[in-house]
């Protein structure tokens, strides 16, 4: 099992990961996009690789990241809003799809990737620590 | 046991649900409302009671002006862009209808997790139709909404009730 951990001013984010690709979804304002953004602006290792809608917008950038993906190996790469992200661009749904060298962590609801139940989970923030609740138990 | 209720003529103000397949051609179409429609036509220009309680609501925080909200994990007043996506969506329909222009528009809604669907369900398509499609099946828990999926005769009281009916043509989509 993998692990995100680290401990910043506004909160300790320690998030397990349990395979490859990981689905964050859940109610609105639960604070997806505020874990994506304080990891993004503050927690520079390079380990991390970030993308949201944003980046996306402008086909030029979308393809751009599709290549670095391409290239990418044992990052844990964090994708905030997924579905409109995938809707803007397929192909990097397909890459994430097939991605077997990297660590997904998708913030999103229903993706069309490809993952087990047991990995889909809803974030918790509580008393300054945010930590990943599995909705499904590991498989035996 | 069944809860829809058939329609009749008296019901109307309802959440009308579409899946891609079934979203009517005639509406303009809104794919991602929280940053599109949020920006063009500068939401938090208009910003009135009925907005103010949709972040009370679905976002569990207040607004402290038209551009400031207090920050609901860092206890300080941040930037109304930061509200989350699913919250946008709802304000941005919420314009819509104030603007008398929710005929018009057919909203994307995936951003929206079951707290805002069920809002939007409860309190906002009552006075008006609001005309809505999405890619997951999670429309909250409430008895009280009238939800009408692919212009079927049923009207689900019952919001399970309308996700499982949801999800089940969203997968005979995909096996199609």
Redesign the interface.
């Known amino acids: 099992m993998n692990k995100l951990a680290v401990k910043l001013d ?2 300790e984010i320690d998030f397990e990961l349990r395979s490859t690709k990981t689905v964050v ?10 874990v994506y ?1 304080l990891l993004h602006s503050e927690y520079g290792i390079s380990s991390l690789f970030f993308i949201n ?1 944003h980046d996306v ?1 402008a086909e030029s950038n979308a393809k751009m990241i599709c290549e670095t993906l391409r290239k990418m190996r044992n990052k844990i790469i964090i994708i905030d ?1 997924a ?2 992200v995938f ?2 661009c397929s192909e990097l749904e397909n890459i994430v799809d097939r991605d077997i060298n990297n660590h997904y962590i998708l913030m999103g ?2 993706l069309r990737i490809h993952h087990n139940i047991s990995d889909m989970a809803e974030l918790e ?1 509580k008393n300054g620590k945010a930590s990943l609740k599995y909705l499904f138990p590991l498989p035996l | 046991m069944f809860r829809g209720i058939i329609k009749e003529k008296g019901v109307k103000d309802m959440l009308k649900l579409y899946t891609e397949s079934e979203i009517p051609k005639n509406r303009v179409r809104e ?2 409302p929280w ?1 599109n429609y949020f920006r063009k036509y500068k939401i938090t220009k208009y910003l009135d009671e009925s907005d103010k309680h949709i972040v009370d609501v ?4 207040s607004l402290v002006n038209n551009e400031t909200i207090q920050g ?3 206890d300080m007043p941040i930037g109304i862009g ?6 946008k969506t709802l304000l941005c329909i919420n314009h819509a209808i104030k603007m008398g222009e929710i005929d018009k528009y057919i909203f994307n809604i ?7 669907i069920s809002y939007l369900a409860t309190e906002m398509a009552e006075g008006s139709d609001v005309i809505a499609y999405l ?4 429309f909250g828990s409430s008895l009280y909404c009238n939800i009408q999926i692919n212009d079927g005769t049923t009207i689900y009281k019952d919001a399970t009730l309308a996700s499982n009916k949801y999800i089940d043509i ?1 997968l005979e989509d995909t096996d199609e």
């Open positions: 506004e909160l979804q859940g109610d609105s304002a639960t604070g997806k996009t505020y953004e809608y917008e809003q579905n409109d809707d803007t609801r229903t923030i | 794919t991602v940053r679905v976002e569990k925080t609901k994990f860092s930061s509200l989350s996506e699913g919250c995936t951003s929206c997790g079951g707290n805002a890619s997951h099946g999670n969203l």
